[in-house]
C-alpha cells in the first residue's frame, strides 16, 4: 500500500510542475517561474511546500505516464524525481491514511483526465502556435502541425489495442474477487518482468495483454489455487487483468522539421504525434513521403494527402521505442493559381496527374474558366507556356516548379439586352430569336405614362465594339406605323421621360411663414396651397401683404422679373380676384411681416426705485424717464449721480423673437404633459399634438441676424486682431453707458434722455460716502468722501504718489461709467473733480530697458561711418 501511496503522491508533484511549465506561454520552455528546472533542488524544498504542490497537482487531475513524459521534456532529472518519491512517501507515511472503497481498488485502469488543447500544445511542442509566413501558408497541409486545436495526442480513455505489446514502466492492474479478493498493481522493469510478492518474476516484455495474462494467472495460481478448477470443479476466484498506466517511449525525428530532436512520448503515440511534437515539416520537407525506420528497416511510408482530403491516415503506425522518422526534401512542387478553390504549393508523386492536383485543390470556383488551363513551366534555358486543355486533364503530368493559372471566364454575355428608363422593369433581359423592340417593350411591362413617345435611342454595339444609334419613333412603332426593331446582343433600349428633358419645377416661399423654403410645383397650385404646405401663417403675416416674384420669358432688355402683389387675412381667405391666381413654376413668394408687429421687449430697472423689476417697452420712442416715471421714481436714499444703463452688444447671445416664442411654446407643452390628471379632454390632447409638431421646428432669426447688425460686429472683430494699437480690445456681451440721471429726470425728452432697448438695465445705487484710490499710490485703500477735498487731498490720504506713477496720466472714474483725466496747459495741471463713489486711479510709468554697450558700439560705428562719408564728399568737391 505504501507503493500506491507515493506512486500517488508522485502523480501530484510532477503534476504541478508540468501544470506550471505549461501554462507559462511566455517563459521558456526549460523554465519554471523564472527558474531552470534542470537545476531544480527537491531537497531546498520544505514540507508545506511540497504539501500544497500535490494539493495542486491532484486538483490539475494529470496521470502518472503523462507526468512522466511531460516532466522529462521539460529537463527534470532522473535524480530529482527519484527524491521527490523518497520525500513524497515519507509525507505520505506521516499523515493519516485515507480508506479507499473496494470499488476504488478494483478500478480496472487509473483513470486519465483529458488534457485542455492548450496544455497538449505545450506538453508536445512546449511553445505557442507560430504565425506562419506568407511561404507556409500557401503550402498545401503546412499548418496542419502549427494548430493547437489539433494535437493527435493520443487516446487514453479507449480499451487497450489487442496488440499492445507490454514494454518496461508499463503498470498492469490484476483485480481478483471470489474465495477471496486481492487487487494488485505491476510496473514492468526495465527487464521487461513483474514479480508478485513472494514469487518469482514473470517475463511479460514484449506480450500482449492477453499472453501476459495466462502467465500472471498461472504464477499467482501458486497461491490463489481457486484460480484454476480444481478436477471437476470450477474456479472460486475470479480475475481481471489489465493496462493502468502505459510507458513512455523514445523516438527521434530527423530531416526537414521545424525541431529535429527526440522525443518521449507515450506508447500509443502514433507518427501524427510524433510530428506535430516535432513541429511538422518544414518549408522544404515532404508531406508525401515520410518514412518510419525500426530496428534499422523501413517500416512505413506515410502519406499526409490522404488526411487532409478524406481523412485517412495513410501509413499513420504506432510508435515503439528507438523508431526513427525521417523527412525528406520535396521532390516535386507546383504552384496552382486563380479562380480554384485552394490555391497554393502542392507535392504531386511520379505517378500523378492534373486531375489528382485538382483533387486537392478542391476543384474550381463557380467562375472558372475549365476548358483550358495555363502552364509556366521552367525550361532548361527560359520559360515556356503550355496549354492544356479539358481532355488532358487526365493525362497531363505536372512537373516541379511548375505555376498553373487558372483563368476567370469573360465579364460578358452572350445573350443580353438592356432597356431602361420609363419603363415599368428596367433591367436585363435574355436575347431570343426575333426579339424585337416592341416585344422586349411589352416584356417590361409598357411605357410609363411620362415616356417621350416621338423618340427612343438603341444603343448597338457593333463586332469591332463601336457604337451606334438607332433613333425610333415610339408613337409610330405602337400604333404599328412602322417596322418594329429586332434587337441584337448587347443592345441598350434607353426610353427618356419628358421629365429629363425640362427642369424640375418648383417653387418657394419665405417670409412670415411656419416653414419657409423650396416646394415642389404641382399644376394649378395656388398661393392658399403654397402657404398650406409650409405650415400655415405666424401671427405677423395677419392682415400682410403678399409679393409673388416671377421669372420674366418674355419681358424687355431692362426688366428683371414679374410682381404680383396681393393680400391675405389669417384665416387664408383671398378676395375673389386674388384666389384665382395660380402660381407658375419658380415662383417665389414673400409673405410681408405686418407694420409695426412686434413681440414684448423688456428693461430692467434695479437698485434704488420704488418698484424695481422688469418692465415691458411700451413705445419704440420710449426714454429712460419714462421708464423711472412707471417705476415710481427714485427713493429717497437713491445717488442719481451713481446711476448706470447697462446695455447688450453686437456679440451679446440675445434670443430672436422666433426663439422666444418657439420656448414659449415648449415650455406650455411640458406644462400641458406634466398635469397629473390621466384624463385630458379632447382640445388638451390636440394642443399636445399641434406642439409636438412644433417641438423640433427650426425658425429663421429674422431680428438679431441684421446684415447691418453683423457688419458692424465683423468690423470690431477685424479691429481687435490687426490693430496693433488695440490688439487688447476686450469683446464684452454687455457694456455700461455713462448717463447723468440727475439730469434725465430734470429734462424729460432731452438729448441726455436715452431711448431703452431691449435688454437694457438701469442700475441706480444708494447714497456713496467713499472714494477709492488705486494704482501707483503708497497704500490704496477706500478714502471718505469729502466735498472740500481735492484730487490731491484723495492722493495725500493714500500716502503719495511713488516713483513709478505716471502723475500726467491719472483719471477719475464715476460712479456711473464716466472718465476724467489729469489735464496739462504749459506747466500747469488741472485735476478732475471727484464725486462720491468715485475711483481715482494713478498710472504707472512705461518701463524703459537701458542700452546694452553694443548698442552704443553700434551708435558709435555708425556715426563715424556719417562722418567717414561726409569729410570723403568735402573732399571730392574741393
Known sequence: MNIVKSLFSFVRILGLIIFISCSSNTLDAQSLGGMDLKSVKVDELSDEQILSYMKQAEERGLT???????????????????????????????????????????????????????????????????????????IFGFDLFQKKSLSFTPNLNLPTPVDYQLGPQDVLVVDLWGATQAYFQFEVSPEGTIRPENLSPVYVNGLTIEAASNKIIDRLSQIYSGLKAQGNNPPTIFHQISLGNIRTIN??????????????????????????????????????????????????????????????????VRLKNGDVIIVEPFSSRIELDGEIKRAGLFELKDNERFSDLLLYAGGFTSKAFKSTVTVKRNGDREREIIDVDQEQFEEFQPADGDLIE??????????????????????????????????????????????????????????????????????????????????????????TSIYDLKEEYYVQVSGEVLEGGVYPFFNGMTVQDLIILSGGLKESASGAMIEIARRNKNGGVNS????????????????????????????????????????????????????????TISR?????????????????????????LIRKTEFSNSKSNDQISQESLQQLRQKVLNDESELKNVSQTQLIERLRKLEDRVETDTQNDLVGSKLKKELIQDISEQDSLVRNIEIKEEEPVAINLQRI???????YDLIVKEGDVISIPGKLETVRVAGEVTSPLNV??????????????????????KKGRSYVQYPNGERRSVKRFLFFKKYPKVQAGSTIFVSRKPERDGMSAQAWIGIGSGLATIGLVVVQAIRLTN
Open 251 to 316: 523516438i527521434e525525428v530527423v530531416g526537414e522539421v521545424a525541431k529535429p530532436s527526440m522525443y518521449s512520448l507515450p506508447s500509443l503515440s502514433t507518427v501524427y504525434t510524433a510530428l506535430h511534437a516535432a513541429g511538422g515539416p518544414t518549408e522544404n520537407g515532404t508531406f508525401r513521403k515520410i518514412r518510419v525506420v525500426r530496428n534499422n528497416k523501413l517500416l512505413s511510408t506515410l502519406d499526409v494527402y490522404p488526411y487532409l482530403t478524406s481523412g485517412i491516415r495513410s501509413g499513420d
Open 745 to 751: 429726470i430734470d429734462e424729460p425728452g432731452s438729448k
Open 64 to 138: 502518472q505516464s503523462e507526468l512522466e513524459l511531460l516532466a522529462r521534456q521539460r529537463g527534470v532529472s532522473e535524480s530529482e524525481i527519484s527524491k521527490l518519491r523518497r520525500r513524497v512517501e515519507s509525507l505520505r507515511n506521516n499523515r493519516e491514511s485515507s480508506n479507499i472503497s473496494s470499488s476504488e481498488k478494483r478500478s480496472s485502469r487509473t483513470e486519465p483526465t483529458l488534457l485542455s488543447s492548450e496544455d497538449v500544445l505545450g506538453a508536445l511542442s512546449g511553445d505557442e502556435a507560430i504565425e506562419l509566413t506568407v511561404e507556409q501558408r500557401k
Open 784 to 805: 471718505r468722501f469729502d466735498e472740500s477735498y481735492s484730487f490731491k487731498d484723495y492722493i495725500e490720504r493714500s500716502g503719495g504718489f511713488l516713483i513709478s506713477a
Open 560 to 615: 428683371a422679373a414679374d410682381i404680383i402683389t396681393l393680400s391675405i387675412d389669417q384665416t387664408l381667405s383671398l378676395d375673389s380676384e386674388d384666389r384665382n391666381l395660380i402660381l407658375k413654376p419658380f415662383d417665389q413668394v414673400y409673405i410681408r411681416k405686418s407694420p409695426g408687429y412686434t413681440i414684448q421687449q423688456q428693461v430692467t430697472v434695479e437698485g434704488e426705485a420704488l418698484a424695481t423689476g422688469v418692465y
Open 620 to 644: 419704440k420712442d420710449e426714454r429712460i424717464s419714462d421708464v423711472i416715471k412707471r417705476a415710481g421714481g427714485l427713493t429717497p436714499y437713491a445717488d442719481a449721480s451713481g446711476a448706470i
Open 406 to 495: 487558372v483563368s476567370a471566364i469573360l465579364d460578358r454575355f452572350s445573350n443580353r439586352v438592356i432597356i431602361n428608363g420609363a419603363i415599368y422593369r428596367e433591367g436585363e433581359y435574355q436575347l431570343t430569336d426575333g426579339l424585337s423592340l416592341k416585344k422586349i417593350i411589352e416584356k417590361a411591362g409598357g411605357v410609363r405614362g411620362d415616356a417621350n413617345m416621338s423618340r427612343i435611342t438603341i444603343y448597338r454595339t457593333g463586332d469591332d465594339f463601336s457604337q451606334s444609334v438607332i433613333p425610333v419613333d415610339l408613337a409610330a412603332l405602337m400604333k404599328g406605323d412602322i417596322a418594329d426593331v429586332i434587337l441584337s446582343r448587347e443592345d441598350v433600349v434607353q426610353i
